[in-house]
Nanobody, 126 residues
Framework: QVQLQESGGGLVQAGGSLRLACVAP????????MGWFRQAPGKEREFVAA????????YYAAPVKGRFTISRDGAENTVYLQMNDLRPEDTGTYYC???????????????????WGQGTQVTVSS
């Protein structure tokens, strides 16, 4: 029943940038580690990035390390994913996730979360 809402997806050329945002209910956001996943057509969902409740810990999947940055804003109950130097292989549906355990490794290694958004499409052309 908890609703997460993503925005910011779109179509960009390789080398371009996008900034995704995900808004969560205040009660959920204030008790949750947050993360992002993506899924390309015909492929399994894969982890992208996670951030702890305190924002003092972050964890990134190897393909996006150094290009993507995850952050959170407690005043806005929003988690962001800044994506730079985008590549065609970054194409997919991006999903926001919330886990009330407050552990980036539960999200990043376990691939699990308590709540999920509907997804926002990111397409990168070559």
């Amino acid at each position: 029943q908890v609703q997460l809402q993503e925005s910011g997806g779109g179509l960009v050329q390789a080398g371009g940038s996008l900034r995704l945002a995900c808004v969560a209910p205040a009660r959920t956001f204030s008790n949750s580690a947050m993360g992002w996943f993506r899924q390309a057509p015909g492929k399994e969902r894969e982890f992208v990035a996670a951030i702890s409740l305190s924002a003092r810990s972050t964890y990134y999947a190897a393909p996006v390390k150094g290009r993507f940055t995850i952050s959170r804003d407690g005043a806005e109950n929003t988690v962001y994913l800044q994506m730079n130097d985008l590549r065609p292989e970054d194409t997919g549906t991006y999903y926001c996730a919330a886990d009330q355990g407050g552990d980036v490794y539960t999200i990043g290694l376990g691939g699990s979360a308590d709540y999920w958004g509907q997804g926002t499409q990111v397409t990168v052309s070559s």
